[in-house]
């Protein structure tokens, strides 16, 4: 059975630094783009981090950029996401998620993890 598994969140100082990372099982890791989202209470759900089969192509949402790197590991089917600097403001819920997609570039699979919690605070 498929299954995304995060770890590494928790409590954390603003400027601080948190690495997650997501342990794949289940599919052929390297067949998937590996993005990083999150969610906190009220808002939208949002795309933080891209990073391609390979691991050679990273794409963030701004407002991490130059913060956050996101980057994988194909031999031990794992995904990473490294965060520095910390700020309030990065508060969420952090979920792992692995698509396919087809040579046309249309989501095929599509699978997420559990979530696992980040608190930036003072």
């Known amino acids: 059975q498929v299954q995304l598994v995060e770890s590494g969140g928790g409590l954390v100082q603003p400027g601080g630094s948190l690495r997650l990372s997501c342990a794949a099982s289940?599919?052929?890791?390297?067949?998937?783009?590996m993005n990083w989202y999150r969610q906190a209470p009220g808002k939208e759900r949002e795309l933080v981090a891209v990073?391609?089969?390979?691991?050679?192509?990273?794409n963030y949402v701004n407002s991490v950029k130059g913060r956050f790197t996101i980057s994988r590991d194909n031999a031990n089917n794992t995904v990473y996401l490294q965060m520095n600097s910390l700020k309030p403001e990065d508060t969420a819920v952090y979920y792992c998620?692995?698509?396919?997609?087809?040579?046309?570039?249309?989501?095929?699979?599509?699978?997420w993890g559990q979530g696992t919690q980040v608190t930036v605070s003072s």
């Open positions: 998620n692995a698509v396919r997609y087809t040579a046309y570039g249309d989501r095929q699979y599509d699978y």
């Open positions: 289940g599919f052929t890791f390297s067949n998937y783009v």
């Open positions: 990073v391609s089969n390979t691991g050679r192509t990273t």
